[in-house]
């Protein structure tokens, strides 16, 4: 249960095993509770705000440790409270110690996210910008590090923000004509409502639409690498991640299974999946390997299917693939080495790109992954343009979205103005509950139970 009071709250901030732990103390009367606890040149409850204190952490007449603290005074703090953190020696002995000591004299060890918790209530963080503290803490890459670090500057909260509050006027002018029902005014202008409607379902929409790579970017780009056996996938694989992960051979079939590999190329990852070749064939396991292929092809961003260079005949190995209208393919030719050379312009079609390269020596595969860089969009993330990444905002845009398209239908279509202000109130509902106007116990606790402790 998360507690919505003003206890003072205490945890380590820092995982075990470095040099340093820093411990948070938050809460009302956090500052003189620590200085009962703190000796110094100065008294903790006498220091200003943003101060830095060296002394000892006692026990009685024990030096428990000697420690730096740090003092910040409400609201000028993370939570808006009045908080301590200190930093001491990097023992877990220690850092249990001085936690006892302090809940001991009446602290209360933090819920999951409840320092986070407390700077939303605080007003300090708007709820997708605290959302981003735990993206942050989590971001593995330069792009989940890029998106998480724009939300949490404010990204697209603030705009929606500004957009909800004048919808937010309009539709209170709305509503006040319906206390006017019998006398036929109208206070809200239609004109200045189809344009904020429409101004909202383009951003809206154009937020929900940089889902998908935001997804991607942030849990990683899973790219398939397929085609027949043979053609040079593990090759590719190996190429790809500088390692022998997959085992190269001239048997045909001897991918049987999809081998998964992570790489952080130019600070995107991407999760390349080396599959069995697809063709028929009556070895039971390697039937297994391919319905694995059709499984990793169902899941990927991109797909790198590969041809050998001897074949020029490429669609017929699609194999009777349909992508998704969200997946791309990348057509690769490998083996440019034996049956072409590598600038050799191989026949392109309008919508079809063919990347040559040579597996085995390296060729080619520098445009690959320029290719590869472009279609993920990576570009764009790393710009710090803004990208949706969270579930839950992506769902709450697409209901939004759905609102903002049967209010400008009634709009157009005359719908009585009591309905129209009910689709309307539907979408600053769900806006709402992105930037967190709108916000039940149930949202919060399942955004802020991800968060690890101390944060
Ligand atoms: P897979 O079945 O598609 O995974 O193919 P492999 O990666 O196991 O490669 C099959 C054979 O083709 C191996 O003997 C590789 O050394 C060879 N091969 C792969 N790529 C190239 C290439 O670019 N040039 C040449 N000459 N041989 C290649």
């Given at each position: 249960?998360?507690?919505?009071?003003?206890?003072?709250?205490?945890?380590?901030?820092?995982?075990?095993?470095?040099?340093?732990c820093?411990?948070?103390?938050?809460?009302?009367?956090?500052?003189?509770?620590?200085?009962?606890?703190?000796?110094?040149?100065?008294?903790?409850?006498?220091?200003?705000?943003?101060?830095?204190?060296?002394?000892?952490?006692?026990?009685?007449?024990q030096?428990?440790?000697?420690?730096?603290?740090?003092?910040?005074?409400?609201?000028?703090?993370?939570?808006g409270?009045?908080?301590?953190?200190?930093?001491?020696?990097?023992?877990?002995?220690?850092?249990?110690?001085?936690?006892?000591?302090?809940?001991?004299?009446?602290?209360?060890l933090?819920?999951?996210?409840?320092?986070?918790?407390?700077?939303?209530?605080?007003?300090?963080?708007?709820?997708?910008?605290?959302?981003?503290?735990?993206d942050?803490?989590?971001s593995?890459?330069?792009?989940?590090?890029?998106?998480?670090?724009?939300?949490?500057?404010?990204?697209?909260?603030?705009?929606?923000?500004?957009?909800?509050?004048?919808?937010?006027?309009?539709?209170?002018?709305?509503e006040?004509?319906?206390?006017?029902?019998?006398e036929?005014?109208?206070?809200?202008?239609?004109?200045?409502?189809?344009?904020?409607?429409?101004?909202?379902?383009?951003?809206?929409?154009?937020?929900?639409?940089?889902?998908?790579?935001?997804?991607?970017?942030?849990?990683?780009?899973?790219?398939?690498?397929?085609?027949?056996?043979?053609?040079?996938?593990?090759?590719?694989?190996?190429?790809?991640?500088?390692?022998?992960?997959?085992?190269?051979?001239?048997?045909?079939?001897?991918?049987?299974?999809?081998?998964?590999e992570?790489?952080?190329?130019?600070?995107?990852?991407?999760?390349?999946?080396?599959?069995?070749?697809?063709?028929?064939?009556?070895?039971?396991?390697?039937q297994?390997?391919?319905?694995r292929?059709?499984?990793?092809?169902?899941k990927?961003?991109?797909?790198?299917?590969?041809?050998?260079?001897?074949?020029?005949?490429?669609?017929?190995?699609?194999?009777?693939?349909?992508?998704?209208?969200?997946?791309?393919?990348?057509?690769?030719?490998?083996?440019?080495?034996?049956?072409?050379?590598?600038?050799?312009?191989?026949?392109?079609?309008?919508?079809?790109?063919?990347?040559?390269?040579?597996?085995?020596?390296?060729?080619?595969?520098?445009?690959?992954?320029?290719?590869?860089?472009?279609?993920?969009?990576?570009?764009?993330?790393?710009?710090?343009?803004?990208?949706?990444?969270?579930?839950?905002?992506?769902?709450?845009?697409?209901?939004?979205?759905?609102?903002?398209?049967?209010?400008?239908?009634?709009?157009?279509?005359?719908?009585?103005?009591?309905?129209?202000?009910?689709?309307?109130?539907?979408?600053m509902?769900h806006?709402?509950?992105?930037?967190?106007?709108?916000?039940?116990?149930?949202?919060?606790?399942s955004?802020?139970?991800?968060?690890?402790?101390?944060?």
């Amino acid at each position: 249960m998360i507690h919505l009071d003003h206890d003072i709250i205490i945890a380590p901030a820092t995982a075990t095993g470095g040099a340093l732990c820093i411990i948070r103390l938050s809460g009302e009367g956090a500052i003189e509770m620590c200085d009962s606890l703190f000796r110094g040149k100065k008294r903790l409850a006498e220091a200003k705000g943003a101060t830095l204190h060296y002394g000892y952490i006692m026990d009685g007449k024990q030096v428990v440790d000697d420690v730096v603290v740090s003092v910040f005074r409400a609201p000028h703090s993370y939570t808006g409270e009045d908080s301590i953190e200190i930093s001491a020696h990097g023992s877990l002995y220690i850092a249990n110690r001085i936690i006892s000591l302090l809940t001991s004299h009446g602290a209360r060890l933090a819920e999951a996210g409840e320092f986070t918790r407390r700077a939303f209530m605080a007003g300090k963080l708007d709820l997708s910008q605290a959302e981003a503290v735990a993206d942050i803490i989590a971001s593995d890459s330069r792009a989940s590090h890029a998106i998480a670090s724009t939300q949490m500057r404010g990204g697209y909260s603030e705009e929606l923000r500004s957009l909800r509050d004048k919808l937010l006027h309009i539709c209170s002018l709305l509503e006040l004509e319906l206390d006017f029902s019998e006398e036929d005014v109208e206070f809200a202008d239609r004109q200045e409502l189809s344009r904020l409607l429409n101004e909202l379902l383009l951003k809206v929409r154009s937020l929900a639409d940089s889902f998908s790579l935001g997804n991607a970017l942030k849990h990683g780009v899973n790219v398939a690498i397929v085609g027949r056996p043979n053609v040079g996938k593990s090759t590719l694989l190996n190429r790809l991640i500088g390692e022998e992960r997959a085992m190269v051979s001239e048997i045909a079939g001897t991918t049987r299974d999809s081998i998964e590999e992570s790489v952080n190329i130019e600070g995107v990852i991407y999760r390349f999946v080396d599959t069995a070749g697809l063709h028929s064939t009556d070895d039971r396991l390697e039937q297994m390997g391919i319905e694995r292929t059709w499984k990793a092809l169902e899941k990927a961003h991109i797909i790198l299917w590969i041809t050998d260079s001897a074949d020029r005949d490429i669609e017929k190995d699609l194999c009777g693939f349909a992508p998704s209208p969200e997946q791309r393919i990348i057509h690769v030719i490998n083996k440019i080495d034996l049956h072409a050379k590598e600038d050799q312009p191989i026949t392109e079609t309008q919508d079809k790109k063919y990347i040559p390269i040579s597996a085995k020596l390296g060729l080619g595969i520098d445009k690959l992954l320029a290719e590869l860089h472009t279609i993920a969009d990576a570009t764009n993330a790393l710009r710090g343009d803004v990208i949706v990444s969270s579930q839950r905002h992506y769902e709450a845009l697409r209901k939004a979205q759905e609102s903002l398209v049967r209010s400008l239908d009634g709009l157009h279509n005359g719908t009585p103005t009591d309905l129209l202000s009910e689709d309307i109130r539907q979408v600053m509902y769900h806006i709402g509950t992105i930037t967190g106007e709108i916000n039940s116990e149930d949202i919060l606790k399942s955004i802020f139970s991800s968060f690890c402790i101390g944060k």
